[in-house]
């Protein structure tokens, strides 16, 4: 199925063809999740993979022997995509099934409603989501041409790209306070990836002894999933990802949309952000810390509303 081209209109919202179809959209409206499960939710290019493969990671006790043998698609499928159903049918993660999804609250939120399945909503500053996506469409073929980067930020800041607003996604999941929801974000794992993990494995209810959290630690780091086959994309032929043209695994840093935001670009992204954010006192982590000044309570996280 390539449809490189389709473009998936749902409630509103548009999805890559080349990845859902109206019925799999209309499906995981339906599905039934068990208490068991696990649900990472992200807009993209908010540390998708990146979590998918620290929850692999917590689930085999720091082990990487299946985040090194299975890829992230397959271990941790998409509810939405069209391969999803299979997928979950030949995953080896019969105990607790590992889902992610990037639907917005307010189509999943119901068919969520009553379930205790364990939550995990990442969420990352919008000027590097902008940024890394901006990177991403332009190697991946099943996304629209990027155009240039002031007309993509508009396309992102108006809502129109690929997977919606991010400003619903944002707003709508933040605000769920249920025990299930565990709200995390890109900045807190890079700045203290032992503690993230530490709260992870806590609200998991998969507790790791020293040993296994370094190796958690370990495998989970830039570099290991960099070189990680299975985490990286290389596998997704040329047609479909455009491996000379960036890589999936880019840069992994807070504060890159320096390198692409002009003054002006900044000040109009400010006065956007401060409109649509109005009524939700988030707040975001927009650099990189120095050194000396590293400390994980100085991460404001999606759960101190
Ligand atoms: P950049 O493009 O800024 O480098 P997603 O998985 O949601 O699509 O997010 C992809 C982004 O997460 C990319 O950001 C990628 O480099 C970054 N990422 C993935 N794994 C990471 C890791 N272990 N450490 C830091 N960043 C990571």
């Keep these: 199925m390539a449809r490189l081209d389709v473009v998936e209109t749902f409630h509103g919202l548009s999805f890559p063809g080349h990845l859902h179809t109206e019925d799999s959209l209309q499906q ?51 509810l939405e995509q069209h391969y999803f159903a299979a997928l979950l049918e030949a995953s080896p993660c019969v105990k607790n099934r590992v889902i992610t999804t990037h639907l917005p609250h307010h189509l999943l939120g119901p068919t969520l409603k009553d379930s205790k399945a364990k939550v995990i909503y990442v969420s990352r500053n919008p000027k590097d989501v902008v940024v890394s996506f901006y990177h991403f469409h332009n190697m991946a ?126 000040t109009y992204f400010e006065s956007v952000f401060e409109s649509k954010m109005e009524d939700c006192p988030l707040e975001f982590v927009w650099d990189e810390p120095q050194s000396d000044e590293t400390n994980p309570t100085d991460v404001a996280s999606c759960d101190k509303q």
């Design 28 to 78: 995981a409206l339906k599905f039934s999740f068990k208490d068991s499960d696990i649900l990472i939710v992200s807009y993209p290019k908010s540390g998708t993979t990146w979590m998918q493969e620290i929850v692999t990671l917590i689930s085999n006790k720091g082990e990487p022997q299946m985040s090194q043998t299975l890829p992230n698609w397959a271990r941790a499928p998409w």
């Design 141 to 266: 073929n099943f996304l629209p041409e990027a155009g240039s980067f002031p007309e993509f930020l508009n396309r992102f800041l108006d809502g129109t790209l690929h997977y919606g607003p991010w400003f619903d996604h944002i707003k709508g999941w933040s605000s769920q306070t249920k025990n299930n929801v565990l709200h995390i974000t890109y900045e807190e794992m890079s700045m203290d990836i032992k503690g993230a993990i530490e709260r992870l494995s806590a609200h998991l209810q998969s507790p790791l002894l020293e040993d296994e959290l370094n190796n958690c630690v370990k495998h989970c780091s830039f570099g290991s999933m960099k070189d990680n086959k299975m985490a990286n994309y290389t596998l997704v032929t040329e047609e479909i990802m455009d491996h000379n043209k960036g890589s999936f695994m880019r840069k992994g840093r807070i504060g890159d949309w320096k390198n692409m935001f002009t003054t002006e670009l900044n």
